[in-house]
């Protein structure tokens, strides 16, 4: 069974997830913290010419939650280091990942939905990119988390 939709709105110039993430949190809880990001390492294997190898350490929250979203085309791997989270590619089903664990996103993918699984606790894990150069040296890092809202918002 799909997890439900959910509510993505605009507070303060930032896009957010509304909503508690589960129905024991108290509906005060509106406004869902968002994950923040590092930069950990920017590589140009010479394997893979053309292409840029970038380490994020993501962190999110207790609650947090990260709008719908793509990658600009990258391959990502997530290596789980502490807590849970609960995430959605496409059209599949919701799945939690515990420390140690990895997910995949393909080329391509839509990644529906991103959230903390634990109540009260941080939950953090690396992803690894593997995205274009070109790409990348044209956007940035914010070309490679491309949340729906934005796209939709800038007509496109």
């Given amino acids: ?9 605009k507070k303060e110039g930032v896009w957010t997830v509304d909503g508690p993430p589960n129905p024991s949190i108290p509906t005060n809880l509106l406004s869902r913290p968002r ?17 840029s190898l970038i380490t994020l350490l993501v962190t999110l929250p207790p609650n947090a939650a990260t709008p719908p979203h793509t990658h600009g085309g990258a391959a990502v791997l997530a290596l789980m280091v502490r807590g849970k989270s ?23 993918c839509h990644h529906v939905r991103g959230e903390n699984a634990l109540e009260g606790e941080e939950t953090q894990f690396y992803a690894v990119f593997i995205v274009d150069d070109e790409h990348f040296e044209r956007e940035g890092l914010g070309g490679i988390l491309k949340l729906d809202a934005e796209v939709e918002e800038n007509g496109g």
């Fill in 1 to 9: 069974m799909s997890s439900p939709p959910q509510t993505v709105v």
């Fill in 35 to 51: 994950e923040t990001v590092k930069l950990i390492s920017h590589h140009h294997p010479s394997n893979i010419p053309g292409k």
């Fill in 86 to 108: 609960r995430n959605q590619m496409n059209d599949g089903e919701a799945f939690v990942s515990g420390e140690g664990e990895t997910f995949y996103e393909a080329p391509g």
